[in-house]
């Protein structure tokens, strides 16, 4: 299982080059692994086209290096401190994209003024306070900021976004969402202001995305 989830979270590392929510060695996603007080991230400052599942590294709950041989991502103590802390959250992921990091860089909130967002994070996508790179402080201010919240993306202050999801894909499609919309929205106020979404209007859409949208297994 451990070997499996290695796999999937180095593909989905590709995603994040893909999309341009990364530059250089920047980002990281992580998985938790099943059943175990465990979780697999990217290994710290190695290229996207370097990483290979065996060069991403298990760690403990605690953020200590379980298996691998490389030094695991800066990121390290906030995903495991949001693992700790949020047993329902499966993936976590990190990246600093341009238009995402530059609402975080304004200290200010991407509000709900497009359908796409409505859908994927049931209102505003908010910001989490600023917080040193190394230590729990991170991961504090996610848990704080995201719990109760239906957002599965926050923008930490003067740093960038760290999303969540019941999945690492799930976290990463967030990410590529929160960049999205982050670009739409800032365009959007070059030419005025953004038309908010009706409160009502937004639950509606929301509910109607998590749990019609798609295809769903017919009993």
Same mark, same amino acid.
Not at 199 to 209: E, F, K, M, P
């Given at each position: 299982?451990?070997?499996?989830?290695?796999?999937?979270?180095?593909?989905?590392?590709?995603?994040?080059?893909?999309?341009?929510?990364?530059?250089?060695?920047?980002?990281?996603?992580?998985?938790?692994?099943?059943?175990?007080?465990?979780?697999? &991230?990217?290994?710290?400052?190695?290229?996207?086209?370097?990483? %290979?599942?065996?060069? &991403?590294?298990?760690?403990?709950?605690?953020?200590?290096?379980?298996?691998?041989?490389?030094?695991?991502?800066?990121?390290?103590?906030?995903?495991?401190?949001?693992?700790?802390?949020?047993?329902?959250?499966?993936?976590?992921?990190? %990246?600093?994209? %341009?238009?995402?990091?530059?609402?975080?860089?304004?200290?200010?909130? &991407?509000?709900?003024?497009?359908?796409?967002?409505?859908?994927?994070?049931?209102?505003? *996508?908010?910001?989490?306070?600023?917080?040193? *790179?190394?230590?729990?402080? *991170?991961?504090?201010?996610?848990?704080?900021?995201?719990?109760?919240?239906?957002?599965?993306?926050?923008?930490?202050?003067?740093?960038?976004?760290?999303? &969540?999801?019941?999945?690492?894909?799930?976290?990463?499609?967030?990410?590529?969402?929160?960049?999205?919309?982050?670009? %739409?929205?800032?365009?959007?106020?070059?030419?005025?202001?953004?038309?908010? *979404?009706?409160?009502?209007?937004?639950?509606?859409?929301?509910?109607?995305?998590?749990?019609?949208?798609?295809?769903?297994?017919?009993?």
């Amino acid at each position: 299982m451990i070997e499996e989830l290695r796999e999937t979270v180095c593909r989905l590392h590709a995603e994040l080059v893909r999309y341009n929510l990364v530059a250089w060695t920047a980002g990281n996603v992580s998985g938790r692994v099943p059943g175990e007080d465990l979780f697999v &991230i990217k290994p710290s400052g190695v290229s996207y086209d370097d990483l %290979t599942p065996e060069s &991403i590294v298990v760690c403990d709950l605690d953020g200590n290096l379980v298996k691998g041989s490389l030094a695991p991502s800066s990121d390290t103590a906030a995903h495991a401190y949001v693992y700790r802390h949020m047993p329902e959250v499966n993936g976590v992921v990190h %990246t600093h994209s %341009t238009y995402a990091s530059a609402w975080a860089a304004r200290g200010e909130a &991407i509000p709900c003024v497009l359908t796409a967002m409505a859908d994927e994070f049931g209102g505003d *996508i908010p910001v989490g306070p600023f917080a040193l *790179i190394g230590g729990d402080d *991170i991961g504090k201010g996610i848990v704080e900021t995201l719990t109760g919240h239906r957002s599965p993306a926050v923008l930490m202050r003067n740093h960038g976004v760290f999303t &969540i999801g019941e999945s690492p894909k799930a976290a990463v499609k967030a990410a590529v969402m929160c960049e999205d919309v982050a670009r %739409t929205v800032h365009v959007s106020r070059q030419l005025g202001e953004p038309v908010p *979404i009706a409160r009502d209007d937004v639950d509606s859409l929301y509910d109607r995305y998590q749990n019609v949208y798609g295809q769903r297994s017919h009993r």
